[in-house]
């Protein structure tokens, strides 16, 4: 199949599961082109199958916004009748399945009928496509695409519950490819971050409101007052800088260490012995995902999607949103004993696993081929 993905291109998690989906399906022979303003991080672009379009938008002083929606549209036109695209997957509904629609309506003017699926991630959902500016639009083309999807059971929940939605969503959840792991980091050079009596503990995000970082810190300063231990921040975003100052004044400054955006996700996970999810909302967790691949058991939130993720007292455990005090001491729970440490890990590799690319790709495809069905 030729098919056209479009998606963010940043850290977050819809970009790297677009971009590790578009991966694998190039690995199992369809031809994918990713189209979006700039090549995704995540991308690999030396295989045969595999093109990245970037979408222009010029600058124009007249324009307060410059309309990104419309030069996608139009990129998207322009690259399905010169490639012979046949099939479009956009992920995060906002403003990708809108510009996706107008395509598919330009193209069916000159008698192309393209097929679109979109896959929901999370806050296209629960935070900003449910604001009532956006609401609207959002529905709208929810209703419009020829098959939705959405990252977890509890995200299809919340997407009926929220908006008049009048097609039928398919759960496909994130995954990951555990073939990478294992013998990727053989030393995980563990002496770099932490003496060898400390334990490392990991957060990764982009540091906004929903991940509640304050509560990241505040569990990881009741942790270290048992266990000598650091924190690893990795991400950037706007409650960053208050994250430091709040490290600074509970004097923690010294044992946590902000590494900012990162492309070695795996290498930081894989000398990490806890990693911490609090959030206020969450579809699913892929952060999550990526610890318990690399054997980190999760202390998390048990909000959104994270309980169909994280397994209580197998890959780690989960709380009510705000829980500090219990979150803490379940993190001790797992810490303070290498036996109790190691069977968490084991429980947080052999969860993951469910998750496999391979049980995950062939979900997609099916979908693809209801999609073509239904055009
Ligand atoms: O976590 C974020 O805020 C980024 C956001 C995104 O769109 O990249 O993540 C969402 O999609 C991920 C991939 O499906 C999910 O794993 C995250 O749980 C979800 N984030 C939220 O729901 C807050």
């Given at each position: 199949?030729?098919?056209?993905?479009?998606?963010?291109?940043?850290?977050?998690?819809?970009?790297?599961v677009a971009t590790e989906l578009g991966m694998a399906l190039a690995a199992r022979?369809?031809?994918?082109?990713?189209?979006t303003y700039?090549?995704?991080?995540?991308?690999?672009?030396?295989?045969?199958?595999?093109?990245?379009?970037?979408?222009?938008?010029p600058e124009y002083p007249l324009f307060h916004y410059q309309p990104y929606e419309l030069a996608l549209s139009s990129k998207l036109v322009d690259m399905v009748k010169m490639y012979g695209i046949e099939l479009l997957h956009v992920h995060y509904a906002i403003p990708h399945a809108y510009a996706g629609y107008m395509a598919k309506q330009m193209l069916k003017e000159e008698g192309i009928n393209l097929p679109m699926v979109t896959t929901l991630h999370g806050t296209d959902i629960t935070l900003v496509g449910n604001h009532p500016f956006y609401k609207p639009a959002v529905t709208?083309?929810?209703?419009?695409?020829?098959?939705?999807?959405?990252?977890?059971?509890?995200?299809?929940?919340d997407t009926e519950k929220f908006f008049n939605v009048e097609v039928d969503i398919d759960v496909i959840p994130n995954f990951i490819d555990s073939g990478k792991y294992g013998q990727q980091f053989t030393d995980c050079n563990r002496g770099m971050m932490a003496l060898p009596q400390e334990r490392i503990i990991t957060h990764i995000s982009n540091f906004r409101k929903v991940k509640?970082?304050?509560?990241?810190?505040?569990?990881?300063?009741?942790?270290?007052?048992?266990?000598?231990?650091?924190?690893?921040?990795?991400?950037?975003?706007?409650?960053?800088?208050?994250?430091?100052?709040?490290?600074?004044?509970?004097?923690?400054?010294?044992?946590?260490?902000f590494l900012g955006n990162s492309t070695e996700i795996d290498k930081i996970l894989c000398f990490s012995d806890l990693f911490l999810l609090p959030s206020e909302t969450e579809s699913f967790g892929l952060a999550a995902l990526e610890a318990m691949i690399n054997r980190t058991p999760v202390i998390?939130?048990?909000?959104?999607?994270?309980?169909?993720?994280?397994?209580?007292?197998?890959s780690g455990f989960l709380s009510n949103v705000g829980a500090v005090d219990e979150m803490a001491a379940n993190a001790i729970k797992i810490l303070e004993d290498d036996a109790v440490l190691e069977q968490f890990k084991h429980g947080a590799c052999e969860q993951a696993m469910k998750f496999d690319i391979n049980n995950v790709v062939p979900l997609y495809e099916e979908i693809y081929q209801k999609a073509f069905s239904l055009v």
């Amino acid at each position: 199949m030729k098919i056209a993905i479009v998606c963010y291109p940043t850290f977050g998690g819809s970009g790297v599961v677009a971009t590790e989906l578009g991966m694998a399906l190039a690995a199992r022979g369809h031809e994918i082109h990713f189209i979006t303003y700039k090549q995704p991080v995540r991308l690999a672009l030396l295989t045969g199958n595999i093109y990245f379009h970037e979408v222009h938008v010029p600058e124009y002083p007249l324009f307060h916004y410059q309309p990104y929606e419309l030069a996608l549209s139009s990129k998207l036109v322009d690259m399905v009748k010169m490639y012979g695209i046949e099939l479009l997957h956009v992920h995060y509904a906002i403003p990708h399945a809108y510009a996706g629609y107008m395509a598919k309506q330009m193209l069916k003017e000159e008698g192309i009928n393209l097929p679109m699926v979109t896959t929901l991630h999370g806050t296209d959902i629960t935070l900003v496509g449910n604001h009532p500016f956006y609401k609207p639009a959002v529905t709208f083309s929810i209703n419009k695409s020829d098959v939705v999807t959405s990252v977890s059971k509890s995200l299809k929940d919340d997407t009926e519950k929220f908006f008049n939605v009048e097609v039928d969503i398919d759960v496909i959840p994130n995954f990951i490819d555990s073939g990478k792991y294992g013998q990727q980091f053989t030393d995980c050079n563990r002496g770099m971050m932490a003496l060898p009596q400390e334990r490392i503990i990991t957060h990764i995000s982009n540091f906004r409101k929903v991940k509640r970082i304050p509560d990241v810190i505040k569990i990881f300063y009741r942790i270290q007052e048992e266990i000598p231990s650091k924190l690893i921040m990795v991400g950037e975003g706007p409650e960053k800088e208050y994250a430091e100052r709040l490290c600074d004044e509970l004097g923690i400054a010294n044992q946590v260490l902000f590494l900012g955006n990162s492309t070695e996700i795996d290498k930081i996970l894989c000398f990490s012995d806890l990693f911490l999810l609090p959030s206020e909302t969450e579809s699913f967790g892929l952060a999550a995902l990526e610890a318990m691949i690399n054997r980190t058991p999760v202390i998390s939130s048990n909000s959104g999607g994270i309980p169909e993720v994280n397994r209580q007292g197998v890959s780690g455990f989960l709380s009510n949103v705000g829980a500090v005090d219990e979150m803490a001491a379940n993190a001790i729970k797992i810490l303070e004993d290498d036996a109790v440490l190691e069977q968490f890990k084991h429980g947080a590799c052999e969860q993951a696993m469910k998750f496999d690319i391979n049980n995950v790709v062939p979900l997609y495809e099916e979908i693809y081929q209801k999609a073509f069905s239904l055009v």
